[in-house]
């Protein structure tokens, strides 16, 4: 039996297909995710839980603290019950390497880097369940993009992008409408992700005798990380185009930092704007090669099931 937590959302209807397609039994948990004790009924019923699934997905002004308590909630289970657990998560907090691909763990930024307070909080989230696995030895799976979009996805800006292009209008961008982006379908992350739990793990990247003797490397994550970077449109206009909207509308970043004076929303928003100065985007080799039949969803379909 798989436990989902948050199955309403995007990833965890999504989530809950791909389990119930492969066979599996599942048991959904929704807005009772705030609740310890719901969750951890949820993962000790009657049957022996398999895994747990970190579904929820909320604006990027409820990260904290509710994604703090979803994670602490799902290992306090996963931990009692020997569960594995499935997460997503992105980029915010690494360092920016533009137009090159990402590794799937790319270097943390500097701790003394102020200006992504989301992508500190994304670290803290990713360094519980990594305890989770290293303290208590459950498997833990990390499928990482990086934005991404889907029926009923509330990440932005694709959200608003989607909004947009239902209504015929033009597509917001914020940043040079004239470099391209990478857009993942969040059904399709949830696929990665439970193709993972029912599978062999990805084999971990071996490393040098240097690396082992260099006292200043930290040791090696027991997360499995496995990187889908998605669909990359190479400008803005491409991607109005398969939205089949009018047009793009650039959203200049000195609008986003002045509505941050007095929005919470806006003022973490603008601190995540350096991701949209160049084309960022993951290396994804490792897990086609550990994965070959892997195939996404196509770009006309994906925007298909969410525009509807």
Known sequence: MHVVVGAGSCFGRATVAALEAAGERVRAVGEDWRDADAVMAAATGEHPCLSITAAVELPIHRWQPDLVRLADNVCAAAEATGAA????????GYKVIYDVPLPADPPLADVNDRRCEPGRLRDAIEATYAQLAELSGNRVVLVRSGDWFGPGAVAWPAAEMMAAARSKGAVPWPGDPARGHAFTFLPDLARLGVRALLGAP?????????ELEDPDLPPQSRLEVYALHGHMLPNG?????????????RVPHTWVRAQGLWSA????????LYTWEGGIF??????????PDWSPTPLPDAIRQTLA
């Open 85 to 92: 657990v499935l997460f997503p998560s992105g980029l915010y």
């Open 265 to 272: 929303e806006h003022k973490l928003l603008s601190e995540v």
């Open 282 to 291: 993951l290396d994804e080799r490792a897990t086609r090669a550990w994965l």
């Open 237 to 249: 206009g491409a991607w109005a185009e398969a939205l089949g909207a009018s047009g793009v509308r």
């Open 202 to 210: 990805l084999p971990r990247p071996s490393r040098t005798t240097e």
